[in-house]
T-cell receptor, first 110, second 115 residues
Framework: QKEVEQDPGPLSVPEGAIVSLNCTYSNSAFQYFMWYRQYSRKGPELLMYTYSSGNKEDGRFTAQVDKSSKYISLFIRDSQPSDSATYLC??????????FGKGTRLSVIA | SAVISQKPSRDICQRGTSLTIQCQVDSQVTMMFWYRQQPGQSLTLIAT?????????ESGFVIDKFPISRPNLTFSTLTVSNMSPEDSSIYLC????????????FGPGTRLTVL
């Protein structure tokens, strides 16, 4: 079993929809959880960073962590065509390199 | 946050040659990393660049092929040596913030094509 599982999609939604992106993980030692957005031909951009279980909101984005279920989510409200990108979850345990999911390709159709 | 620049942004190289990619950060950081991202794939860690000592390579990557330097806390280079078409990829520099959050940031990437 991979340490981090993420459905690669692609996921296609109409403009204005609520998008739910998810990752599961197997190692309970993971402490910090991140979501990155990557546009085509660009480097990943840090979107959200969370430490504890619960929700963290930033504008249209909400990151949710459930450590008991080893499950993290990113919700995008009122999705826009400019949200079309690949979204990668990532997590860290201690002083070790990030472990990434495979990334989910999202298309928001106008 | 940290602002990261990479040079070159892209290059087209001939088989058998070498290319050195530079990474500059606008602030001192604890950890610097080099990743590779092949088309349509997620990121693969090549190595952790250690300041003043040899880099720590991940399984499948070796120093002879990917020599790395990190002379100070804000700069690192990755060389792709004796290139083949299989080395065509995006190479990304990444740093971990020195603010106690362990947040990690990425540079814009270097798009390498080997003919």
């Amino acid at each position: 079993q991979k340490e981090v599982e993420q459905d690669p999609g692609p996921l296609s939604v109409p403009e204005g929809a609520i998008v739910s992106l998810n990752c599961t993980y197997s190692n309970s030692a993971f402490q910090y959880f991140m979501w990155y957005r990557q546009y085509s031909r660009k480097g990943p951009e840090l979107l959200m960073y969370t430490y504890s279980s619960g929700n963290k909101e930033d504008g249209r984005f909400t990151a949710q962590v459930d450590k008991s279920s080893k499950y993290i989510s990113l919700f995008i409200r009122d999705s826009q065509p400019s949200d079309s990108a690949t979204y990668l979850c990532a997590m860290i345990k201690g002083n070790t390199p990030l472990v990434f999911g495979k990334g989910t390709r999202l298309s928001v159709i106008a | 946050s940290a602002v990261i620049s990479q040079k070159p942004s892209r290059d087209i190289c001939q088989r058998g040659t070498s290319l050195t990619i530079q990474c500059q950060v606008d602030s001192q950081v604890t950890m610097m990393f080099w990743y590779r991202q092949q088309p349509g794939q997620s990121l693969t860690l090549i190595a952790t660049a250690n300041q003043g000592s040899e880099a720590t390579y991940e399984s499948g990557f070796v120093i002879d092929k990917f020599p790395i330097s990190r002379p100070n806390l804000t700069f690192s280079t990755l060389t792709v040596s004796n290139m083949s078409p299989e080395d065509s990829s995006i190479y990304l520099c990444s740093v971990r913030a020195r603010d106690g959050t362990d947040t990690q940031y990425f540079g814009p990437g270097t798009r390498l094509t080997v003919l």
